[in-house]
């Protein structure tokens, strides 16, 4: 088990890939991991460059996340946001905290400077050292916007808005009738993402969101097609247990799009590799046992474990399950 790559949003695909490496510690020293992270929720805001899911997975690994919240640095203060609040500028509802700021803004002067968003995370994570490669999947800006059911505030039904004005301002409540990834048209996979992909030993879809955050990734031209023709073995995690999301918002994510919110469903829209899709092998909770036989008449091995991520021994005992099921798979 050499080389390892995970498809990662923020939170779920961080904390999973944090028990990853504290298995590998024990199970495979010399494995090299290698996360390639969603960048549909990056934004332009106050002039700089706004990263959720690259800085959550930077600061997760790094030994720097707000462990409470999943996002942003710990013992914040929101001086500097304030002030551009004074200014009436901003977004009121998203506040950047004064020690994430450095990041930001950090990242946008190497932006500015001709880095490209591969380069400019590579430089960021010299300093927080997380142990893994670090890949956008794509230099070229995608950012999933949602397409607004109805009249809010200053928006009008039809308008899109960006999915974090939907996620945090909105929290997810305002129905949206769709997602749209703006700028994957003119988008390639990052330096990397596709050989990290088709060169892997094993690929982990962590229990991120399926929507936003995987899914995103999966519309990445070439994704797919390095995912069904690797010789990795491909083993997704469910992020939906006992017919509820774990974390986030991903039911009303998986609503927007028809599927039913289960790990059953999950499964089936990721889809068997022997069928069109991307799975080998589906990780579910022990809850959710009843879905193992239709699982495996649609071609997806399945094991039902814990999947809870309590903790660092929970997310290790995931990460060893994963690679269990990819050795039968
Ligand atoms: N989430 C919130 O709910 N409120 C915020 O004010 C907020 C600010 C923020 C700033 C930087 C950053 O990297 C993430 C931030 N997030 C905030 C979390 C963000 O919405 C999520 O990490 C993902 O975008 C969704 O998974």
Redesign the pocket.
Request: proline share 5%; charged share 15%; aromatic share 6%.
């Given at each position: 088990m050499k080389r390892v790559t995970v498809l990662a949003?923020?939170?779920g695909g961080a904390r999973f890939t944090r028990g990853l490496l504290a298995h590998l510690a024990v199970l495979a020293p010399d494995a090299a991991v290698t996360v390639i992270v969603n960048t549909g929720?990056d934004m332009w805001l106050d002039g700089l460059r706004?990263c959720?899911?690259l800085?959550?997975v930077m600061y997760t690994l790094g030994g720097g996340i707000n462990e409470e919240q999943g996002?942003?640095r710990p013992d914040e203060t929101r001086r500097a946001s304030a002030e551009i609040a004074a200014y009436g500028r901003g977004w009121s509802?998203?506040?950047?905290g004064d020690l994430?700021l450095a990041t930001h803004i950090v990242r946008t002067d190497l932006l500015r400077n001709g880095s490209t968003l591969s380069q400019a995370t590579e430089f960021l994570c010299r300093r927080w050292q997380p142990g893994v490669r670090l890949l956008p999947m794509s230099d070229q800006p995608v950012e999933t916007h949602v397409c607004l059911a109805e009249n809010i505030d200053e928006h009008t039904a039809g308008d899109y808005i960006h999915f974090?004005e939907w996620?945090?301002r909105y929290r997810a409540r305002v129905t949206i009738t769709g997602f749209k990834q703006q700028g994957l048209t003119d988008a390639v996979a990052a330096p990397g993402v596709l050989e990290a992909i088709t060169e892997a030993d094993l690929v982990v879809l962590p229990p991120s969101n399926p929507v936003v955050s995987v899914g995103t990734i999966l519309a990445v031209p070439g994704v797919r097609q390095a995912l069904r023709s690797t010789g990795a073995r491909v083993v997704g995690v469910s992020p939906i247990i006992g017919g509820a999301a774990v974390r986030?918002m991903a039911d009303t994510c998986l609503h927007t799009i028809g599927v039913e919110t289960s790990a059953l469903a999950v499964g089936l829209h990721y889809g068997a590799r022997t069928n069109g899709g991307v799975l080998d092998a589906w990780l579910i909770d022990g809850t959710d046992a009843a879905a193992l036989p239709t699982l495996a008449a649609a071609g997806i091995r399945s094991a039902a474990v814990p999947v809870w991520m309590t903790d660092l021994p929970a997310t290790t005992a995931m990460a060893a399950a994963v690679l269990a099921l990819a050795a039968t798979a």
């Amino acid at each position: 088990m050499k080389r390892v790559t995970v498809l990662a949003g923020g939170v779920g695909g961080a904390r999973f890939t944090r028990g990853l490496l504290a298995h590998l510690a024990v199970l495979a020293p010399d494995a090299a991991v290698t996360v390639i992270v969603n960048t549909g929720d990056d934004m332009w805001l106050d002039g700089l460059r706004i990263c959720p899911d690259l800085d959550t997975v930077m600061y997760t690994l790094g030994g720097g996340i707000n462990e409470e919240q999943g996002w942003g640095r710990p013992d914040e203060t929101r001086r500097a946001s304030a002030e551009i609040a004074a200014y009436g500028r901003g977004w009121s509802w998203f506040t950047l905290g004064d020690l994430d700021l450095a990041t930001h803004i950090v990242r946008t002067d190497l932006l500015r400077n001709g880095s490209t968003l591969s380069q400019a995370t590579e430089f960021l994570c010299r300093r927080w050292q997380p142990g893994v490669r670090l890949l956008p999947m794509s230099d070229q800006p995608v950012e999933t916007h949602v397409c607004l059911a109805e009249n809010i505030d200053e928006h009008t039904a039809g308008d899109y808005i960006h999915f974090e004005e939907w996620w945090v301002r909105y929290r997810a409540r305002v129905t949206i009738t769709g997602f749209k990834q703006q700028g994957l048209t003119d988008a390639v996979a990052a330096p990397g993402v596709l050989e990290a992909i088709t060169e892997a030993d094993l690929v982990v879809l962590p229990p991120s969101n399926p929507v936003v955050s995987v899914g995103t990734i999966l519309a990445v031209p070439g994704v797919r097609q390095a995912l069904r023709s690797t010789g990795a073995r491909v083993v997704g995690v469910s992020p939906i247990i006992g017919g509820a999301a774990v974390r986030g918002m991903a039911d009303t994510c998986l609503h927007t799009i028809g599927v039913e919110t289960s790990a059953l469903a999950v499964g089936l829209h990721y889809g068997a590799r022997t069928n069109g899709g991307v799975l080998d092998a589906w990780l579910i909770d022990g809850t959710d046992a009843a879905a193992l036989p239709t699982l495996a008449a649609a071609g997806i091995r399945s094991a039902a474990v814990p999947v809870w991520m309590t903790d660092l021994p929970a997310t290790t005992a995931m990460a060893a399950a994963v690679l269990a099921l990819a050795a039968t798979a």
